[in-house]
């Protein structure tokens, strides 16, 4: 998959926000994949054990 550099933006601004003042600034691709393919989370804190109010 190519980076996405400021030429591969600007194609993309033009196909989905050509006409408008519109500009992308964060593309996020949410993909998935195989069940064995992906990561297995480690295991997460509780937030008071890493927060505090």
Do not use: I
């Not at 998959?1 to 926000?17: I, Q």
């Not at 393919?37 to 054990?49: G, I, S, V, Y």
């Amino acid at each position: 998959m190519p980076a996405l550099n400021s030429g591969n933006v600007a194609k993309m601004d033009e196909a989905f926000f050509a006409g408008t003042h519109l500009r992308s600034n964060v593309l996020c691709n949410s993909g998935c994949s195989f069940a064995t393919a992906l990561f297995q989370h480690l295991p997460k804190f509780r937030f008071d054990e890493v927060c505090e109010v």
